[in-house]
């Protein structure tokens, strides 16, 4: 099975800055060949979409997030990252690293993120 596990998480001011990582590891037959990224579940609301490093295409991010936060990935390393800055506190939530090969998606356990005011 596909396995991605997410790091770096953490408690963090208002403004402040975080970066979280993301290993890929598994059955994936080449990490260069499928897309990887990043949603998060904030308190009463659903998962959103938050970051995507397609490997066909361009990053993109969505509306809350772009100009705040940047998606690298290193196929070398069978790692993205999410590198966030001017954190807000409606930054606050659960972030779960994603991929997606011919079809199946495989998800990490996510790793809180806390924005305080």
């Known amino acids: 099975q596909v396995r991605l596990v997410e790091s770096g998480g953490g408690l963090v001011q208002a403004g402040g800055s975080l970066r979280l990582t993301c290993v890929v590891s598994g059955t994936i037959e080449s990490i260069s060949t499928v897309p990887l990224g990043w949603h998060r579940q904030t308190p009463g609301k659903q998962r959103e979409f938050v970051a995507l490093?397609?490997?066909?295409?361009?990053?993109s991010y969505s509306g809350a997030v772009k100009g705040r936060f940047t998606i690298t990935r290193v196929n070398a390393k069978s790692t993205v990252y999410l590198d966030m800055k001017n954190l807000k506190p409606e930054d606050t939530g659960v972030y779960y690293c994603?991929?997606?090969?011919?079809?199946?998606?495989?998800w990490g356990q996510g790793t809180q993120v806390t924005v305080s005011s």
């Open positions: 490093a397609s490997a066909v295409d361009g990053n």
């Open positions: 994603f991929t997606n090969e011919r079809g199946v998606s495989s």
